[in-house]
């Protein structure tokens, strides 16, 4: 929990900035068919550095205010990695030797991204926190299976 102590909102907000610019060089790029190697190579390190700092234990250490602020500073990144997929993937890019490895990283960013936009949204919800503790109680009360094998069984019971 000390790791997760140790990043502010502050540098979350710099980190995430820092990204959304390497994102925007390579739309840029792949937009103006510029060059994509250096700025797509410079990017996915900027995203590595990122992802590395949205941890989970950091993300449950969120105050609601501090979660809103994420959530609205994670939008446009989200977006834009996107727009940079979408745009590689027409272009044949993805697939390419020279440039796979590079957006897999971004695919892999893009998809941590959405997910803990997801969870900052759902866990701001006010109408869905009670429908967490009925789903919580129900799973309370019911058998638990040993393993796949007896799923199967009941099956063709």
Known sequence: MAAAAAVTLDRFEARTYDALA????????????????????????????????????????????????AARVLGPLHA?????????E???LTHHWLHRRGFEVYRAVNDRVADVLESLHLALNEDFKPLIGVCADELKDRPGRRNWRSSLAALRD
């Open 22 to 69: 390497g994102v925007t060089r390579v739309r840029r790029a792949l937009r103006d068919h510029g060059l994509l190697f250096a700025t797509g190579a410079f990017a996915a390190l900027l995203l590595k550095r990122f992802e590395a700092l949205i941890s989970n234990e950091w993300l449950a250490s969120l105050r609601p205010d501090e979660a809103e602020t």
């Open 80 to 88: 834009r990695l996107s727009q940079v997929l979408e745009l590689a």
């Open 90 to 92: 027409a272009q044949g």
